[in-house]
């Protein structure tokens, strides 16, 4: 029996918010538990962004956002994958997210939260929950 591949995972930075270090954070986190990461850098475009997930085929896309845009850049990012037929590629969102927009993340399609303070045992957990999840 082969091992099979790991989870393609996306991380991204929309729009123009230039802080990093959260991103970078998880990319070697999620990198570190086995994941296959890509990570685009600050400042994509949401086009740009699906256009990335589509050519390196993976299974989901971590949004990073502590812009306060948070709610219309998912949306915006989950409507542009159902657009591009990749709808079955899960969208979560990390960054300054207060409480009461978590609720409003998922109404728009966001298949997890993740607000600062979320632990990264969480977080790996509940990406490979999501990944394994994809690939059944």
């Known amino acids: 029996m082969t091992a099979s591949a790991p989870a393609r995972v996306l991380v991204a930075?929309?729009?123009l918010d230039g802080h990093d270090r959260g991103a970078k954070i998880?990319?070697?986190?999620?990198?570190?538990?086995?994941?296959?990461v890509i990570y685009t850098g600050i400042r994509q475009r949401i086009e740009d962004i699906v256009s990335i997930a589509l050519q390196e085929d993976v299974s989901l896309v971590g949004?990073?956002?502590?812009?306060?845009?948070h709610v219309a850049l998912t949306a915006r990012t989950v409507d542009a994958?159902?657009?591009?037929?990749?709808?079955d590629i899960a969208v979560v969102v990390g960054g300054t997210i207060p409480q009461s927009d978590v609720p409003k993340l998922l109404e728009a399609g966001a298949a997890a939260v993740f607000p600062t303070g979320t632990s990264l045992e969480d977080l790996v957990r509940d990406v490979r929950a999501?990944?394994?999840k994809a690939t059944q």
């Open 26 to 36: 998880v990319a070697r986190t999620l990198r570190d538990a086995g994941f296959e």
């Open 81 to 87: 994958l159902r657009a591009a037929d990749a709808g």
């Open 63 to 69: 949004l990073s956002i502590l812009s306060g845009a």
């Open 130 to 132: 999501l990944t394994d």
């Open 13 to 15: 930075k929309p729009g």
